[in-house]
């Protein structure tokens, strides 16, 4: 499995930005307005909201990082020469 691509991790800090209503950057300008036609956010009167689709694409993202970060730790273990922790 290929770790998750830079565009995804920029994805998923634009969503995570939305989500938590602080403000976008101008070079957020592109990805906002994919964002919206694509349907994961919704403009309303108190700003952008992440909408169902977003929300799951967000939780979706937020695994995959965290899946690349438990598999980078298990190999820098066995490159020590540790034994990784089973599951």
């Given at each position: 499995?290929?770790?998750?691509?830079?565009?995804?991790l920029?994805l998923l800090e634009?969503?995570?930005?939305i989500?938590q209503?602080?403000?976008?950057?101008?070079g957020d300008?592109?990805?906002?307005e994919?964002m919206i036609?694509?349907g994961?956010?919704v403009?309303g009167d108190?700003g952008?909201?992440?909408?169902?689709?977003g929300?799951?694409m967000c939780?979706?993202l937020?695994?995959r990082a965290?899946?690349d970060?438990?598999?980078?730790k298990?190999?820098?273990?066995r490159?020590?020469?540790?034994?990784?922790?089973?599951?």
């Open positions: 499995m290929e770790p998750i691509s830079l565009e995804d920029a634009v969503l995570t930005r989500s209503h602080a403000a976008l950057t101008d300008s592109v990805v906002r994919r036609e694509s994961l956010v403009e108190e952008l909201a992440l909408t169902s689709a929300i799951e939780k979706s937020q695994h965290a899946a970060t438990q598999v980078a298990i190999l820098q273990l490159e020590n020469g540790d034994e990784a922790p089973r599951a």
